[in-house]
């Protein structure tokens, strides 16, 4: 069974920094994307990785979020520094190729 698991959400104070990962079983991850929804918010595209592992990062984030895929870990990244209180979301992945695989989310509250 395809599945995707998120991971490394947590507190953060506004300018810190947190590392996401996504661990795919039951498939090859390739492309893929990381989402995130805050409350009352339609959920969004924050980064995207192609097959070939070029990266495209949205504006919101751009300078600040990066994103990563280690092949061999079959496992996906989000490297988040300098974050800020509109960053506060639920975090996810999903496959970019293939089947459509959501993983469960993980919050993120950057906050004082």
């Known amino acids: 069974q395809a599945q995707l698991m998120e991971s490394g959400g947590g507190l953060v104070q506004p300018g810190g920094s947190l590392r996401l990962s996504c661990v795919a079983s039951g498939f090859s991850l390739n492309a893929m994307g990381w989402y995130r929804q805050a409350p009352g918010k339609q959920r969004e595209l924050v980064a995207a990785?192609?097959?070939?592992?070029?990266?495209t990062i949205m504006d919101p984030v751009n300078g600040r979020f990066t994103i990563s895929r280690d092949s061999a870990k079959n496992t996906a990244y989000l490297d988040m520094k300098n974050l800020k209180p509109e960053d506060t979301a639920v975090y996810y992945c999903k496959t970019r190729s293939g089947p459509e695989v959501w993983g469960q989310g993980t919050q993120v509250t950057v906050s004082t």
């Open positions: 990785i192609s097959s070939g592992g070029s990266p």
